[in-house]
């Protein structure tokens, strides 16, 4: 790796070189088809890069048959291979412990196929879906939430009918926003995401379309200045990507959203809290920072979800307060995500956070604020006449009956 820039805030974003892969000219390297085919794949070709631990030679050999090992190149040259603890290596390489899944652990730990009205679309929320367009990402996370169908050796095998889910959409005028995820729907070709894109923006009540993709983070090369000026026919668009370590944050993925964010796409990020990856508000903070200078807002943290095999990445809830504790009030409001924990068994985002209120009743709040400092405000009688209203006015002669003057 070398820096960016010599001095300044851009020197944080630092540019990842070609590594082990340096006789490859930099026209392949910065091609995306080169990156997907030059995937490391394979116990022998990841032996050849890395000094693999026990734990970690078992796991490819063993959890390669519940999710694939797949890691493009690019984001290979982010492990430190002197580091059997690295952040970036805890999140890609697989370990013994996939296969040793906690009793509580589940394939579909959200219920999503309980939720879903034809294969491939889950509609848990009223006014709102998620079109799972694809069954393959770039690389694969080890603690994936859909790994029971994503990467093609999981348990199930997703099937989407896509005439179908696009039929369901158009007979259901409560879906207003549509959430393309998978698998990674930018590892389609542009002409197929477009041809995803255009068929629901024909839809009249759609109005809210956006992207769940991790492919500016495994492989910026794939957001090309044609395929900006594609999604930018479909707005309004948004695009949540999902990182989780500021070491994710280089000058290429920098490039990759500044390309995007220029296109008019609002950009989120989605973190997943992971024990040894950023289980740690310094970690978190600086992520969070980094994000807001690549005009990407932190919009989620996600308590681990209870997927089987991901034991060993999960950490306590009373961690995931501690980090937000240690972000709201000193930092930007802006760097400061919602912590959700995605209720097991199919009950959607649930915010958890600190406890702010301390006493709260008809007359008054008690609050605390982000050093402990205890506030008084006193609370508003809902029940008093709004003046200039009628309602109001018709109040001071006689007093309040109820509210049929409003309706
Ligand atoms: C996360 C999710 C959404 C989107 O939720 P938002 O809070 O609106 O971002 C929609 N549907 C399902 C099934 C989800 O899991």
Known sequence: MQLDEPGGRT???????????????????NDWRWQLRNRVTTLTQL????????EERLGVQLAGHHLALAITPYFFNLIDVNNPACPIRR??????????PAAWEMADSLAEDDHSPVPGLVHRYPDRVLFLVTDRCAAYCRYCTRSRVVSGVGEQHLETDFTAAFNYIREHSEIRDVLLSGGDPL????????HILSNLRAIPHVEFLRIGSRIPIFLPQRITPELCAMLKKYHPLWLSIHTNHPKEATAEVREACGRLADAGIPLGNQAVLLRGVNDDSAVMKELNHKLLMMRV?????????LVKGTHHLRT????????????????TG???????????????????????????????????????KVFEYPEVLDEQPVPGTVRGEAAVRAPYSNHAICS
């Open 47 to 54: 032996e050849q890069l890395l000094a693999l631990t026990k």
């Open 11 to 29: 020197e944080r974003f630092l540019s990842v070189g070609r590594g082990p892969w340096g006789h490859v000219s930099q026209t392949e390297w």
């Open 297 to 305: 807002r932190p919009y989620y943290i996600y308590q681990c979800d």
């Open 91 to 100: 999140q890609v390489v697989p370990r013994i412990e996939e296969t040793q």
């Open 316 to 331: 306590s809830v009373r961690k995931g307060l501690e980090i937000m504790e240690a972000l709201r009030g000193h930092t």
């Open 187 to 194: 590892l389609f070709s542009d002409e197929r995401l477009e």
């Open 334 to 372: 802006y760097a400061v995500p919602q912590y959700v924990i995605d209720a097991p068994g199919g009950g959607g985002k649930v915010p958890v956070g600190p406890q702010y209120i301390l006493a709260h009743d008809r007359q008054r709040i008690i609050i605390r604020n982000y050093e402990g």
